[in-house]
C-alpha cells in the first residue's frame, strides 16, 4: 500500500505532468534524417538517372569488300615474285614465277584484289593446292578504310554507337585514337572458317573465334579533311600515313544511357 500512495502522489504533482517524454536522442534523429535524405536521393538517381557504359571488342580494318587465300595450282619452286604487300592487281595478273616439271609457269590472280600477305617467296618450294598469297576484294586504290568488329555474346552493338579505336600499328601516346560509328551488325554468329574465308586470313578467323562464335559488326570511320590520313583521330592532326588494311583494333564502344533502375526490373 506505500508503493501505492507514491504512485498515486506523484500523478497529482503537476509539475511531473508538464514534462515532455523523450522518444529519442538528437543523434538518433539526425542519423535517421541523413538516412531518408539518402533513401529519397538514390529514388530520384534510380528512376530520374541515367548510366552510360562502354564494351571492348577485338577487330580488324578492311576495305570492307573481303577477301581470299590464293593457293597455287602448280607445284613447284617460286623463281620470281612479281608483286609485294599492299600493291592492287587486276584479276588474272601474274603474282609467281614457278618452275615446274613443265617448265615455268605463273600462278596468277583469281580475282581483283590488293596483297595482304605473301607466304611464299623465291626459293620456296609449293605443292598444288598450297596457300601462297592473302589478298583483300578492292574496287579503286583509294577505297574508304572501315573496321569491322567481332563481339562474342553480351549486348548487342546498336547502329550509330561511337566508336574509339586503338590502332595496334598507331601509338595512341603520341596520335590518339581512331573515331567510328556503328552502321550495322550482322543476324548471324559467324565461325572461325567463315571469317577467315572473309578476311583472307585464317590467323585472323582462329582469332576472333577463339571463345565462341562472334557477330560480324561494321563501323564506319569518321571523316576528317584536317588530318594527313583523312580520318577522324582524337588528336588533332593523327599519324602521317593512314593504317594499312587488316591491322587489328581494340575497340571501345559507348553504350546508350539507362537508367539504374532498368538493372533490377526484368
Given at each position: 500500500?506505500?508503493?501505492?500512495?507514491?504512485?498515486?502522489?506523484r500523478l497529482?504533482?503537476?509539475?511531473?505532468?508538464?514534462?515532455?517524454v523523450?522518444?529519442?536522442r538528437?543523434?538518433?534523429?539526425l542519423?535517421?534524417?541523413?538516412?531518408?535524405?539518402?533513401?529519397?536521393?538514390?529514388?530520384?538517381?534510380?528512376?530520374?538517372?541515367?548510366?552510360?557504359?562502354?564494351?571492348?571488342?577485338a577487330?580488324?580494318?578492311?576495305?570492307g569488300?573481303?577477301?581470299?587465300?590464293?593457293?597455287?595450282?602448280?607445284?613447284?619452286q617460286?623463281?620470281r615474285?612479281?608483286?609485294?604487300?599492299?600493291?592492287?592487281?587486276?584479276?588474272?595478273?601474274?603474282?609467281?614465277?614457278?618452275?615446274?616439271?613443265?617448265g615455268v609457269?605463273?600462278v596468277r590472280?583469281?580475282?581483283?584484289g590488293r596483297?595482304?600477305s605473301?607466304?611464299?617467296?623465291?626459293?620456296?618450294?609449293?605443292?598444288?593446292?598450297s596457300?601462297?598469297?592473302?589478298?583483300?576484294?578492292?574496287?579503286?586504290?583509294d577505297?574508304?578504310l572501315?573496321?569491322?568488329?567481332?563481339?562474342?555474346?553480351?549486348?548487342?552493338?546498336?547502329?550509330?554507337?561511337?566508336?574509339?579505336?586503338?590502332?595496334?600499328s598507331?601509338?595512341?601516346?603520341?596520335?590518339?585514337?581512331l573515331?567510328?560509328?556503328?552502321?550495322?551488325?550482322?543476324?548471324?554468329?559467324q565461325?572461325?572458317q567463315q571469317?577467315?574465308?572473309?578476311?583472307?586470313?585464317?590467323?585472323l578467323?582462329?582469332?576472333?573465334?577463339a571463345?565462341?562464335?562472334?557477330?560480324?559488326v561494321?563501323v564506319r570511320?569518321?571523316?576528317?579533311?584536317?588530318?594527313?590520313?583523312g580520318?577522324?583521330?582524337?588528336?588533332?592532326?593523327?599519324?602521317?600515313?593512314?593504317?594499312?588494311?587488316l591491322?587489328?583494333v581494340?575497340?571501345?564502344?559507348?553504350?546508350?544511357?539507362?537508367?539504374?533502375?532498368?538493372?533490377?526490373?526484368?
Amino acid at each position: 500500500m506505500e508503493f501505492r500512495q507514491k504512485a498515486l502522489s506523484r500523478l497529482r504533482s503537476p509539475e511531473e505532468l508538464d514534462l515532455p517524454v523523450r522518444l529519442a536522442r538528437p543523434q538518433g534523429l539526425l542519423a535517421l534524417t541523413v538516412a531518408l535524405v539518402v533513401m529519397a536521393g538514390a529514388g530520384v538517381w534510380a528512376f530520374g538517372g541515367s548510366v552510360a557504359s562502354r564494351v571492348t571488342v577485338a577487330g580488324v580494318l578492311t576495305h570492307g569488300h573481303g577477301g581470299y587465300v590464293l593457293q597455287s595450282p602448280l607445284a613447284g619452286q617460286v623463281v620470281r615474285v612479281r608483286a609485294a604487300v599492299g600493291d592492287l592487281l587486276a584479276a588474272g595478273a601474274p603474282l609467281l614465277d614457278v618452275r615446274t616439271a613443265a617448265g615455268v609457269q605463273q600462278v596468277r590472280l583469281v580475282e581483283a584484289g590488293r596483297v595482304t600477305s605473301l607466304p611464299a617467296g623465291i626459293g620456296s618450294v609449293v605443292a598444288a593446292g598450297s596457300a601462297v598469297a592473302g589478298l583483300e576484294r578492292a574496287g579503286q586504290a583509294d577505297d574508304p578504310l572501315e573496321a569491322v568488329l567481332y563481339p562474342v555474346g553480351g549486348a548487342p552493338l546498336p547502329v550509330g554507337a561511337t566508336v574509339e579505336m586503338t590502332v595496334q600499328s598507331v601509338p595512341a601516346g603520341r596520335y590518339g585514337v581512331l573515331r567510328g560509328k556503328v552502321a550495322g551488325a550482322g543476324a548471324v554468329p559467324q565461325s572461325a572458317q567463315q571469317i577467315a574465308d572473309f578476311l583472307g586470313d585464317a590467323r585472323l578467323g582462329a582469332a576472333f573465334a577463339a571463345h565462341g562464335a562472334p557477330y560480324a559488326v561494321t563501323v564506319r570511320l569518321l571523316r576528317d579533311p584536317r588530318t594527313a590520313t583523312g580520318y577522324g583521330w582524337s588528336s588533332r592532326g593523327g599519324p602521317p600515313t593512314a593504317p594499312a588494311s587488316l591491322t587489328p583494333v581494340s575497340a571501345s564502344v559507348l553504350l546508350p544511357a539507362q537508367r539504374p533502375i532498368d538493372w533490377l526490373l526484368p
